[in-house]
C-alpha cells in the first residue's frame, strides 16, 4: 500500500512540476499551462492521495482557530468554517470538507473571527500569559515573524504529521520561508488567503481597444510581457479632462496602484530584499547587478510619472481606493490597474470586459514569472507555542490540507475565479501562470532593516536615490538579520 501511495504521489508531484515548468516559460503554450488543482485526479480508489495519519479517535476533541473576520474586508478568512451549506460555492466547500474530517477524525473545529482584523494582537498576550486558547491563527507573515524569533511559535518541521513533499502544501514557499532550517509559518490547500492575496495586473479590454494596442496577451505568448512593453502601452494613457492640474477621479490613466506595488514590481523582476544560501542562512541581494537593474528597469516604468500614478499623487477624494482606483477602472478611465486576486470577483459585474495579465518580467532574457502578495495582510497559519493538544493539533491540519485539495481547491479555483470571474480563456491561463509562480521574501518578512521600502519611496517620488539609500540602510539590516538569527540559534 505505501508503494502505491508513493508512487501515485510521484506522479502528482511531477504533474505540478511541470506546471510550473511550462508556466515559467513565455511560450505560446503559457495560455494552455494548467494548474495543481486541474490535475487533481478523481476520487477514485485508484487515484486518491490520503494524509498518511492514523485513523485516531479524537475525542470530540476542539481544535480553535483564530483569524481575520470577513467584515474585516478583502484580506477576511473565509475558509476556516461554515455553520451550513447556503449554496456559496467557497462556503459550501468548507463546509463539507469540514463535515467529512471532523466525523472522520471525531473532533469539531471551533473559530474565533477577529472583528479588528489583528489576530496577532490577541493571540500574543495568550501565549505570554501561558493559556492555552488557541491552536492555530492566521495573519500576516511581518506580524507572525517577531513571534517567531521570540520563542512563541512551533516550528513546523518539528510536528508529528505535516509531510510537506504532499502536493497540498506548497514546497516552494516553505523553502521561501524557512530560515536556518525552521519554518514558523505556512500555508496548504485548505487555505485560500495566500492565493487570492496574489498580485497581478488587470487591464481594461475596452480601453485597449479604443487605444488600438491589440491584443495584450500575445505578449505573453511571445514572450515580450517586461516592464518596457507594459511602460510603452500605459505611457501618455493619462488626460488631465477637467483641466484642473490635478490628478482627480475625473481624469484618465494608464496605470493605478500603490506605493507598496513598487517593491511586488521588482519581486516581478526576480530580485528579492534577501535570499539565502545552502545553509538555508540568508544574505542581502538588493544591491548586485541584477538587483540595480531591476531598480532601474522599475523606475523606468512604475516610477515614471508619465506611465503610473499612485493613490497618493490623486486629490480632491474622500476614498481614493473607491472614487479613483476602483471606479475609474470600472468607468474606463484607467488602461491597467494592479490588484490582489481578491479584486477579480468584485469586477464581474463590470460593464466592459476586463482582462488578467501576469506581473511584467524585467526583460525577455528572465527565465520565469514571479508574484507576491501583501506581506502584511494575507493570511498564513501559525501554531502558538501554547498549543497543548500539538499532535492532534498537527494531525487535523494534514487532513484538512488533504481534504482540502479535492473539494476547496476545485470550487475557489475553477467555479471562483475561472467560471465566473474571468471573462475569456486566455485569462484563465493566465491565472495559471500566476498561481504557478508564487514567492516570498524572507528579507521583507522579518522587515530586516527596513530596506523594501527603498523601492515605494524612490517610485513614489519619482527619484532614484537606491544607491544612497541602501548605503544608508545596510549596516543596519545586516545587524537586525544577525540578531534574528541569533534569537533562532538560542531557541534550540
Request: net charge negative.
Amino acid at each position: 500500500m505505501k508503494s502505491k501511495r508513493n508512487t501515485l504521489t510521484a506522479l502528482l508531484l511531477l504533474s505540478v512540476l511541470l506546471v510550473q515548468l511550462l508556466a515559467a516559460c513565455g511560450g505560446k503554450d503559457d495560455a494552455a499551462v494548467t494548474t495543481a488543482a486541474e490535475t487533481v485526479p478523481e476520487e477514485t480508489e485508484e487515484t486518491r492521495l490520503y494524509a498518511d495519519v492514523p485513523d485516531e479517535n479524537l475525542n470530540g476533541w476542539e481544535i480553535h482557530f483564530i483569524a481575520k473576520a470577513v467584515s474585516t474586508g478583502s484580506f477576511g478568512v473565509r475558509d476556516v468554517y461554515s455553520e451550513a451549506e447556503d449554496g456559496d460555492l467557497l462556503n459550501d466547500a468548507v463546509f463539507r470538507r469540514n463535515q467529512t474530517i471532523e466525523e472522520k477524525y471525531n473532533f469539531t473545529i471551533k473559530f474565533t473571527p477577529d472583528p479588528n482584523g489583528a489576530p496577532v494582537s490577541i493571540v500574543q498576550p495568550s501565549i505570554l500569559a501561558g493559556d492555552d486558547v488557541y491552536d492555530v491563527y492566521y495573519d500576516g507573515l511581518t506580524k507572525s515573524a517577531p513571534l517567531a524569533v521570540e520563542g512563541m511559535l512551533y516550528d513546523f518541521y518539528k510536528l508529528k504529521y505535516q509531510d510537506f513533499d504532499m502536493p497540498w502544501w506548497d514546497k516552494a514557499a516553505n523553502d521561501d520561508l524557512s530560515l536556518a532550517h525552521k519554518l514558523y509559518f505556512t500555508y496548504g490547500e485548505h487555505m485560500i488567503g495566500p492565493k487570492s492575496g496574489l498580485y497581478c495586473v488587470i487591464f481594461n479590454k475596452r480601453m485597449a481597444e479604443n487605444y488600438q494596442l491589440g491584443n495584450l496577451y500575445q505578449y505573453v505568448y511571445d514572450n515580450e510581457w517586461t516592464f518596457e512593453t507594459f511602460a510603452s502601452l500605459a505611457r501618455d494613457v493619462y488626460q488631465d479632462v477637467n483641466n484642473n492640474g490635478m490628478c482627480d477621479p475625473e481624469d484618465i490613466y494608464g496605470y493605478g496602484t500603490e506605493g507598496y506595488n513598487a517593491y511586488t514590481a521588482i519581486i516581478g523582476c526576480g530580485v528579492k530584499v534577501a535570499g539565502k544560501d545552502e545553509n538555508d542562512l540568508p544574505y542581502l541581494t538588493m544591491n548586485t547587478d541584477r538587483g540595480v537593474k531591476a531598480m532601474e528597469v522599475m523606475m523606468a516604468s512604475i516610477g515614471d510619472k508619465t506611465v503610473t500614478h499612485f493613490t497618493s499623487d490623486i486629490k480632491n477624494v474622500s476614498n481614493v481606493w473607491t472614487e479613483w482606483w476602483s471606479n475609474c477602472f470600472v468607468n474606463d478611465q484607467m488602461l491597467f490597474r494592479e490588484g490582489a486576486m481578491h479584486d477579480v470577483p468584485k469586477l464581474r459585474n463590470m460593464d466592459a470586459d476586463f482582462g488578467i495579465l501576469p506581473m511584467p518580467k524585467m526583460d525577455s532574457d528572465q527565465d520565469r514569472y514571479y508574484h507576491t502578495l501583501s506581506i502584511w495582510n494575507a493570511a498564513m497559519m501559525a501554531v502558538p507555542i501554547t498549543c497543548r493538544e500539538v499532535d492532534s493539533t498537527s494531525l487535523v491540519l494534514e487532513v484538512m490540507a488533504c481534504e482540502s485539495m479535492y473539494i476547496l481547491t476545485p470550487a475557489y479555483y475553477e467555479l471562483q475565479l475561472k467560471t465566473k470571474s474571468a471573462r475569456d480563456d486566455e485569462s484563465a491561463g493566465m491565472l495559471d501562470i500566476i498561481f504557478a509562480s508564487k514567492t516570498f521574501d524572507i528579507g521583507v518578512v522579518f522587515g530586516w532593516g527596513d530596506l523594501y521600502s527603498i523601492y515605494s519611496g524612490c517610485a513614489t517620488s519619482r527619484n532614484n536615490t537606491f544607491a544612497s539609500q541602501y548605503a544608508s540602510k545596510e549596516e543596519a539590516a545586516l545587524a537586525a538579520m544577525q540578531k534574528t538569527l541569533d534569537q533562532l540559534a538560542a531557541l534550540e
